[in-house]
């Protein structure tokens, strides 16, 4: 099952094909940040365990299908790893980083 705001971000990588660098750079953004907020709230037990891995797992298949993005490789690696030890610190900082790699292309906001 894919998440509404998943299929969004693909569709827009999709549709942007002048700047596919930032664009994956802001799918990647967005996936681990909302895996770090999965993970959040799973600890704090808002969500059920059903409910978590299936999010786990749409979030998983976005980032594995962003690693063969040269730039992106190791961040995507870390943060595949991070939701493996349901590291939402972890993930935060990855999506923190990223983030400020957006800035550096323009990104506002």
């Not at 704090?44 to 690693?67: F, M, N, P």
């Amino acid at each position: 099952m894919v998440t509404g705001p998943v299929v969004a971000l693909f569709s827009i990588a999709l549709l942007a094909g002048a700047h596919p660098s930032r664009v994956k750079l802001e799918v990647a953004r967005s996936l681990v940040a909302e895996a770090s907020q999965i993970e959040r709230l799973a600890a704090a037990g808002k969500l059920t365990r059903a409910y978590a891995e299936a999010i786990r797992g749409d979030l998983r298949k976005g980032l594995v299908s962003l690693q063969k993005e040269k730039a992106l490789a190791a961040d995507v690696a870390a943060a595949l790893a991070a939701i493996d030890r349901k590291d939402a610190t972890g993930l935060q900082a990855i999506a923190e980083k990223l983030a400020a790699e957006e800035r550096v292309l323009g990104r506002t906001g």
